[in-house]
């Protein structure tokens, strides 16, 4: 399967957030009061400061691997999706400073653990060093165990200082990279 990581195409926007809001709902990974936020795919990318990125699968998935590119637009299947954000944004949780941020990473529940999760994520480092931004950060769940053994493992440390809850009793843990 080749993978390509660009930013969504208006007719792509409700697509990529019913796929987003989809895996936070079947993973018992958001309330139900945060759907229509996790839906509203367009409301992201309109926002300034922040783009909604796409994974998108060739038609055929012929080749068995996962390869990342950034450019023009491809026929295929949405199999994943991230929001980008900067530090300013009214999609940036935690970015301070000049950072960036990811939100809202998705990937298609049954193509789970073939790289659309990393594609997305290095595309965001890409974006973040091409910007001269200082870091990369991050929040997520305590129970998305392999999403954290995805960061550590491209060199995101955890930043326990910058932890915080949405809600009263559900917090978050934040990850940090640095790119300066």
């Known amino acids: 399967m080749q993978i390509t990581i660009r930013e ?8 990529a957030g019913q796929l987003t809001a989809a895996v936070y709902q079947d993973e018992s990974l958001a309330e139900e009061t945060y759907l229509p936020r996790l839906l509203d795919a367009a409301a992201r990318h309109a926002a300034e400061g922040a783009w909604q990125l796409i994974a998108v699968a060739d038609a055929d998935g012929a080749d068995g691997g996962v ?3 950034s450019a023009g637009g ?10 980008y954000t900067v530090a300013g944004s009214e999609f ?5 400073d000049g950072e960036a941020e990811i939100r809202m990473l998705a990937t ?8 659309i999760g ?9 974006r973040a060093r091409k910007e001269g931004r200082p870091a990369l950060v991050l929040s997520t769940k305590p129970e ?11 060199g995101f440390t955890r930043t326990p200082e910058r932890d915080w809850e949405y809600a009263p009793g559900k ?3 934040t990850y940090r990279l640095r790119l300066d």
């Not at 298609?108 to 790289?115: F, H, N, V």
């Not at 998305?144 to 491209?154: D, F, G, T």
């Open 92 to 96: 940036a949780d935690i970015a301070a």
């Open 74 to 83: 491809t026929a295929g299947r949405l199999v994943g999706a991230a929001v």
């Open 67 to 69: 390869g990342a590119a």
């Open 144 to 154: 998305m165990r392999a999403a954290q053994r995805l960061y550590a493992r491209l």
């Open 108 to 115: 298609a529940g049954d193509l789970r653990g073939q790289g």
């Open 8 to 15: 969504a195409l208006p007719a792509e926007l409700a697509p």
């Open 118 to 126: 990393e594609a997305l994520v290095l595309d965001c480092v890409r």
């Open 171 to 173: 917090g978050l843990l």
